[in-house]
Structures are given as C-alpha cells and as structure tokens.
C-alpha cells in the first residue's frame, strides 16, 4: 500500500481510539456494567448493486437476561444505518438477494423453529417464506434472485408430527456413532444435514444431496447451475477429518445425484469461492495431516475442469481463510494471520504475487468484497471491531456503534512486547499497562493465557485486559509456542508436549515484566479460559510465584475425557489410544501434579460444556479441597463452553476482580 494511505488510514485509526493525556484524566475507568452494554458488529455484506451494507449487531439484554441480535444496513459510502429487524428476537444470517430486491435473514419467533424471512427493499413487513418443521440451518441466494438453496437437517419423526406437545416429549437417545457428542449439538445421531433448493412461492424445497453425511459451505456457481460444497463422504467420517469440495448439479435427484469430488487431498478442504467465469474455485486446504490442528491453513486455486489444484501460499507459512476472487478474477482476496494481526491480502493468479492491502496494528475477522470497495470487520487494541470502506487505497470508518459508551473510558496503554524465551526463541506478545500507571511504580501483574492453544492474541480489544487494567492491574497477553500467527514449526512444537514450552514461555513473560520495572514480583496472577485456563493449570503446578489462579474451562486428567468430550479424533491422533499409550495421555495431565500446587485457584466453568467438561474443574477442585488447599468452583447451569448468560458473564467479571483483589492484591 502506498506509505501516504496508509498513513491516512493509521491516523483515522488513532483518532477513533486514542484521546490526548488530558482528556483521559477527565475520564471514567471501565467497569463491569460498561463491558455489558458493548454491543458487537458481524456479518457484513455488500449488496449486488454496491450501494449498501447489511450487518448484525448483538447487545445483552439485561433485564431479560438474554442476547439479542439485530439487523442494521446503511450506505456503503457511510451514512444513517437504518434497523431492519425490531426488538423482542433475535435474527442472524443477512444476505441479499441476487436481483437486489430482498434482504433476507434467519430468525425463530414466538419460540418456533428458526425460518427464512425476506424484506422487500421498496418496503413493507418481512416476510416469511419458509415453514420447514424442523427449522432452516442455512441458505443461500441463486446468483439471479430466483433461487434459494437451504440447509437443512433431516427431519425427525416427531418433528414432522402436528401434536406439539409430543414433539417437546423427552426421548430416548439411542447412539451409533464414533462421533457421538458435540458442545452445543449434543449427542450426535444420523440425522444429517443436506442441501435442498426452494423457489419463493413455493412450500415444499427440494432435495438434492443425499446420504449418511453432513453437507455445509455450499456457494452456487456464477451461471446458478452447480453448487460446490463441502462434506466429508469417506466410509467414516467420523474417524478422520477428510472434508472435500464436491460439486453437485441443482437438477440433482436420489436417483440421478450428479455428484463430482473435486478435490482429493485426505485431509481438510474448506471455505469454497468461485471465479467469476466460472472455471475455477479458491478454497482453504490443510495439507499436514500428521499435525492436526498445528497445521498451516493455506490457500488453494483449482482448475473446475481438471482438479488439479495450485497452492499459492504454500511458503508463506500463515493461517488463511475467507478467499474470495476479485471481480476481474485475476485475484484471490483472503484474511491473513500473522504475528499478532489479521489483515486483508490478495495473491494475483498470473504473478503470484502477494500484497497485504488492509494491514497494520489491527484485527480484521470478517470482510465483504464488491467490484471496487472492501467493507472490513476491523479493531484496534482499543476498540471493539466496527466497519471500515475500503476504496481507492483509502481507509474510511463507517461504524462507531460503541462511540457513546466508550468517549467517556478511560483506555489503558496495550504495548506489543518481544522477549526471550528459556531456550533463546523470541516470543511476542502484548503488555496492557494499568490506567494511570506511573513508571516509578510496580503494579500486580496478572499473566492472562489464550485459548486454543492454536489462537494468537492480536490487536484488539481485549475486555478482561481491560478491565483488569482499570482496576490497578498490568496484563501479560502473551503468543507462546503453541500459537498460531508464527508458522507451522512454532506451533507444532506442542504436539503432545503441552506444558513445558508454552510454560517456559510465559513464565520467561513475567520475567520480563519484572525486569522492566511494572511488575510487582509478589502480586502475581495467573488465568484464562479453554486452553488458557490449561495452560494455567500447567503453570500453578510447576511455579510457586503465583498468589492467585483462575482456571476457567480447563482440562486436567486427560484420560477421562476420552468419549466424554468431542475430540475422540484428535486425542487418538496427537496421543494415541488411552490403553495402547496411556504414558502419553498422563504425561500431559496437570492433574497428576495436583499435590504440588500452592495457588489459590478458582475453577470455573459450564454445567454443559462437551468441548473442555466441567468434570476437569470438579476434579481438581476436589483434590485441592481434600489436600486443604484453597479452592472454590463456580458451575454455571445450562452454560456451554462459551457463558453467554449476560447475570452469568456479570457474575464471572464479578468473581475475576473479587478473586484477585483478595490473592494477588491481597486487599
């Protein structure tokens, strides 16, 4: 990018989230009830005509205790959004019509199954146009308007019977599968979702993929005569992670399916887009089967015709995903993940040429393409993420939605950091300073984790750091091995060795923060939640430094959770089968440790949580109470790995500050 735009677009930047030194001492420090009323933007979509741009936007509901999710849409050169739903429900899933004539969208009212619903652009009520009993899960605009394609689940009996009560009936769950429990899905059965087409008007869509597979990702091809989806369709797809990209005519039937695998890697292929002309699709690949999810995502062109695929980002060595073809098709957009950022790239077909477009200190997580703009989901370390118009090398906000709430806060300085680890790698990450620090002073420092492990924190606004920063605390955000943004091999190095490298590398953080000067070497805590509340468990039974933990959602004997959690797969791939190399499994299993731990800890998680159970937090919890250590355990019911009650995100917010105030502060 031409260094005068982007300086232009860095300065817009800093204008929206930065306020001088003397505004901030008239302002207010962030507290709990600031963070529940941000409200966050997703989903951004351009229409065909490039006029406008739909989006969604979640608030929490405090007096109902619930989210609640809205569409909004406004000019795509800027201007006055305009909702498009109303209170009292929650829609999801904009999307334009091909024609430009609707604006569609998800959503379930009065308690009933989640439906289609259109808005005529020339006005009036939305309108619903599906009633499919057992709900749709997804769809997609033909590329003339005329068309839908749907997701949807194959119905089950009780589903399809009009006695509604016996459709809320309790039922016995019978199982069958090597797959057979997800978070928030529950346990799994053999009712798949496939792909159907619907003309508006019609009641009854019609079926076009069949079979004992989960069908997703489906995009119609520029002429509306095929679609390219995704499915894994090997003899057990629960027993690997082969996603294909298949290619399926919309005249398909049971009997004559017209079914063509296109690609023919044996491991994940995702996240297909089609030229322009129609002769090739983009998609995401992951070609290192060995390294499950430390493998890089790279990016992927192939011939329609052929299916012999080019990999464009093979030495780049980063993280890919969301490819989109530039209009001309002579391109291929993508959001790229490096070293603490995600930005906005594109590779031209003919020179392979790569060229970061939107970049810098930000966090793109979304985007939309048009023929001459890119409308980017873009934050900062101090602002939650709004839209931005990309047209001409310029960059323009759109969005301020939070703008009323956060003029007023008090914004702490957030420093990218890079140290030395015990073994000389150098490691990044970022050093959230107190509000109102004073560099001749050391504050309690709290080292926060990331999940993952394959995650990075990057630039952008991080509401625990905040918060904790508005409270008297520094924060250490740190990418230790393990994380993604830093290539396969800093990644990898994790495989089946959690706890000792990524240890070594926080630990090595802290050690840093003290000898900078901030950090107070006797008011140390440590947390985080999912990975980072594991990671935490490795580092509260290998350190005595800390004088508080909170470990959130964390795992701890590995060996129980295999059929108890919903990675089965993965377990076997990194550690084997628990009978054949039970060693493997126990190495990494902080619980065996649990003698050695000093910290007061608080466990904390969902009743229902499949990804990482809460049956890790009771346990450690109980051997930490039966050897009279100080512990507590917060289970939140009906919550899955994600707490999205807003009284439950409160009370977690609450017990964060009221758990450090009285370790690590010692108030």
Known sequence: ?????????????????????????????????????????????????????????????????????????????????????????????????????????????????????????????????????????????????????????????????????????????????????????????????????????????????????????????????????????????????????????????????????????????????????????????????????????????????????????????????????SSDGKSVYFILEEQASSIIAKINLSSKKLERIIKGEISISDYSLSENMIISLLGTSYQPAELFHFHNKTLIPLTNVNEDLLKDIQKPQVNKISFKSKDGTLIEGFLVKPINSDPNEKYPTILWNHGGPVSQYEYDFHSVAQLLSANGYAVLLVNPRGSSGYGQEFSEILFADWGNKDFEDVIAAVDYAIDIGITDPEKLGVGGWSYGGILTNYVITQSDRFKGAISGASEALYRSNYGHDHYQLYWELELGLPWENPQAWEKISPFNKVADIVTPTLWIGGSDDWNVPIINSEQMYQAMKRLGMETKLVVYPDEHHGIKKPSFIKDRYERYLNWFGKYVKQQ
């Open 1 to 325: 990018m031409n260094n005068k735009y982007f300086l232009i677009a860095m300065l817009t930047l800093l204008f929206m989230c930065l306020e001088n030194s003397n505004a901030q001492n008239t302002k207010k420090p962030l507290s709990i009830d600031d963070l529940l009323h941000i409200k966050e933007l997703k989903n951004p979509i351009i229409s065909p005509d490039g006029k406008w741009v739909a989006y969604t936007v979640t608030e929490l509901d405090l007096k109902e205790d619930k989210s609640e999710t809205r569409i909004w849409m406004m000019p795509a050169d800027g201007g006055e959004a305009i909702a498009m739903t109303g209170k009292g429900y929650s829609a999801s899933s904009p999307k334009w019509s091909g024609d430009n004539k609707f604006l569609s969208f998800l959503a379930g009212k009065k308690e009933e199954k989640t439906q289609l619903w259109v808005l005529n652009r020339q006005g009036g009520e939305a309108e619903k146009i599906t009633n499919i009993p057992q709900g749709v899960s997804g769809y997609e605009w033909s590329p003339d308007g005329k068309k839908l394609l749907l997701l949807l689940q194959d119905p089950k009996p009780e589903e399809l019977t009009k006695d509604k009560e016996d459709d809320k009936k309790k039922k016995p769950i019978v199982i069958d599968r090597l797959q057979f429990k997800r978070d928030y899905e529950g346990y799994l059965d053999r009712y798949r979702t496939h792909l159907y087409t619907l003309t508006p008007g019609d009641s009854i869509p019609r079926q076009i993929t069949f079979g004992d597979y989960e069908d997703k990702s489906p995009v119609w091809s520029p002429d509306g005569k095929r679609i390219a989806f995704v499915s894994n369709r090997t003899d057990n797809p629960d027993a690997n992670s082969n996603d294909d990209i298949w290619i399926v005519s919309v005249d398909a039937s049971f009997k004559d399916q017209q079914l063509r695998k296109l690609t023919t890697n044996e491991n994940e292929d995702s996240s297909p887009h089609w030229s322009p002309d129609g002769e090739h699709i983009t998609y995401t690949t992951i070609l290192d089967k060995k390294a499950i999810w430390y493998a890089t995502k790279m990016l992927a062109v192939i011939k329609v015709s052929e299916g012999s695929p080019i990999i464009l980002t093979e030495k780049l060595d980063r993280n890919v995903s969301k490819p989109m073809f």
